[in-house]
């Protein structure tokens, strides 16, 4: 049964800045995160659609972005390169209490400008 459903949209330019400023990158992406980061001109894009991640998942909670810090809510791969989306802490805690146990799926998508992210709780 569906939970919950999020999408987000990030505009990849948005995301220059921030990839200029490490204690932007600190305060809003998990390490493994920030370690995965490609070479410099994918790297816009590699923040832009884990951030649409964040925010998908924040719908799909129906909490918005409170009671967890972005950081516990992250983006790896597995061997195939398909994004995996990893929720810990606060974040876990409120998704339990909310939902109860739930499964998360994610899709990610980009552009040159755009960066998309679904994601979806079933219980």
């Known amino acids: 049964m569906i939970a919950g459903i999020g999408t987000d949209i990030a505009e990849v330019k948005r995301f220059e800045k921030w990839i200029k400023n490490p204690e932007m990158l600190e305060r809003f992406f998990n390490e493994k ?5 490609k070479s410099d001109s994918a790297k816009c ?10 925010e998908a998942f924040s719908k799909a909670l129906g909490t ?3 009671g967890f810090n972005l950081k516990e809510v992250y983006i790896t791969n597995n061997e195939e390169g398909a994004p995996i989306l990893h929720i810990e802490g606060a974040a876990l805690d409120l998704m ?9 799926f994610v899709s990610l998508s980009h552009e040159k400008d755009y960066a998309l992210a679904f994601v979806v709780l079933e219980k």
């Open 96 to 104: 339990n209490n909310r939902l109860g146990q739930c499964k998360a």
């Open 64 to 66: 918005g972005i409170t």
């Open 45 to 54: 894009q590699h923040y832009a659609v884990r951030f649409a991640a964040k």
């Open 33 to 37: 995160e920030m370690s995965s980061a």
